[in-house]
């Protein structure tokens, strides 16, 4: 049984390697053409997925896999032209394989579909190759070795049994794994024998592994002599020496001779003739009866030497004679046909890196973390001792040094989570050429800052608004390419997505070259959904205006598809950033396109914040969301409304105000706006005043989550452990936000 750490772990490398696949596919896509090194890394990423899926049991995938290996190599050799049909079939099989790779993954497998998926692929590569029988040559050139060792593994198994007497703890498993790839692999031979014998080889191995059939001597005896002539029976049905009736005829005593094993009987007579005791004195091989070619005779296809590849060693019946002493000899002394460089399994790209868990790597992280509170306690005790100048002068001296050295491991860990942005943009191409495609439109996309690194733990969060950013400036932005041309551009759209690094944060632009966000249209669909009011919008400034693509249920499409319509997409976009500490700015210009431009912290893990106070209480406010702070004259607090809601008017502009004692529901110190503190933050589109007592100081503090560690709070997002050993909570400015317009309605 396969470790379901094992599989998982290759789940995760495949989706690199298919990355890889892709990037180089599609960006030869166009101009149809590819250079040798690619078509050789190409070779090395399909075998890996071929081998890796083979080892940890997903036998469909490796079979798929197995076929367009071999086309591979065939254009590897300068066999076939690499040409722009070529890579449009490579790209749609490589999706296949995902596919197959997926549902197998999860138990969804139906190989029906996949026998079909395959033969389809076999007809699609013959048309690129020229006739059969160089096909098989190929196959034949590349794949025998790899045959061999099935059988090897098999015989193994099974004489090890034969050896010991003992069938228990028989690796059954293993054989009907092996069995079903010798089974699988035969297809891309073109035989049609091989694979009906082996599929009913296959069956009597399942129903052992289901606990139908129990696994005894006589059963593991009748597996050798089976395989033994399945090894034999290809050469024979590639030289075309195995007739239909013959083998119909033997296919049929096999059949009964299962059948009487499932019936928990002792078979009575050998499945095949060579069995008979007079044939198991004899040296002639096995299948003669079928073969009326003189043994002379030179034929073209040879898996396997004159003697048998691997010749079992059957426990002799009573009445048996045992093999001839030479003849072992000369199994001992047998020499594989095929170069052992065919079956080699590649060996790993990079042999100076390893690949570890992320939560060993967070644990780590946790572990830096509490040594920089345990820094800030002891420079906080550090403080009592200043009336001992002499000691305390050398106790700072020591804290400095440790300082240094945590701030240096801190930061050596963080390096070690961050990946570049290539691992994000990998995914990209295929979704936009799929999708283009699907539009009836033409693009062409590009990306830069591949080297820029990010966060490990924020490259999932930011697939999803990607994607959602993406699929809404194609599907709304890049026009067609006969509306494009009446407009005097190019028919090819141009998708363009850079990332960058700037002042502690990381800024991803996606821009694109179309019609831009028609901002009036955007506008009226808000009104109609109530998102907001003619007061405010008249309030609003033309970058407010944009902003509302951002709102829930909001869509400027005409109708829903399944591209878009239905106006959570780039409400998901906002939700997303939000809760990686980011934000997002949008520019648009008509008829020349539009850029959204993500703001992100280069990590999750460390936080800038100012500590505020509300009544006796101390909370962190995020120092990414703060726009700036004042302490309020009488005459720029305004009340509208019905309820008398208080405004702050700031610059022409009026801004909401949030009580922090009334949302907490703590004591204050001051109720007066011109005795507090007013800090304006802006979250999404909206710019609100968080009212507070006082503010403090500044500081960088390791955040840890509440919810995790504790429960969800409204209000309040994570929390971190000061300098001396209480609790700093670190407030959710979008959710404050979103619950005080909540309570406003309500009210």
Known sequence: MIDAEIVDFFMEEAEELFDGINSILLKNEEIGEISKEEIDSLFRNIHTIKGGAGSVGLMNVSNYTHHLETFLDSIREGEVEFTKDIINFFIDAVSNIQDILEKEYEGNIDENEVNSMIDELKDQISNFMSTKEQKIEKVLSSSAGELLDLFEEIFKILNEV??????????????????????????????????TYMHDIENILDDVREKKLPYTMDLNTFLLNSLYIAQEMIDLELNGKLENDKFEQELQALKKEIKEFENNATPKTPAFEIFDE?????????????????????????????EPAQKPIPKPAAKSAPPKEKELQKEQNRKKPVAKEEKSIKKSASASSIRVNLDKIDNLMNRVGDLVITKSMLFQ????????DEIYKKIVEKLDSLDRDIRELQESVMSVRMVPMESVYSRLPKMVRDLARKLDKKVKFEHFGDNVEIDKMMVEGLMDPLTHIIRNSLDHGIETPDIRREKGKKETGTLTISASQESGNIIISIKDDGAGIDVDKVVKKALEHEVITQEELSQMSFDDKVMLVFAPGLSTADKISDVSGRGVGMDVVMNNINSLGGKVEVKTETNKGSEFKIILPLTLAILDGLNVMVGDRKFILPLSTIVESLQPKGHMIKKIGKNNKEILMLRNEFIPIIKLYNFFGIKTKYTSFEEGMLIIVKTSNTKVALFVDDFLNQEQIVVKSLEKNYKKIKGIGAATIRGDGSIGL????MNI??????LEKVA
Not at 165 to 170: A, D, I, S, T
Not at 286 to 305: A, G, H, Q
Not at 730 to 733: E, N, P, Q, S, Y
Request: proline share 6%; aromatic share 14%; charged share 30%.
């Open 162 to 195: 034969e050896a010991s007497g003992n069938v228990e703890g028989v690796a059954i498993d293993e054989l009907f794994r092996y069995v079903h790839t010798l089974k699988g692999s035969s297809q891309f031979l073109y035989l049609s024998y091989f694979p």
């Open 278 to 306: 007079d044939q198991k004195t004899q040296t002639t091989p096995p299948f003669e009866i079928f073969d009326e070619t003189p043994k002379e005779e030179v034929v073209p296809f040879e898996i396997f030497d004159d």
């Open 381 to 388: 005790f550090a403080d009592n001792l200043k009336a001992h």
């Open 730 to 733: 670190i407030l959710d400015v």
């Open 737 to 742: 936000v979103e619950e005080n317009k909540y």
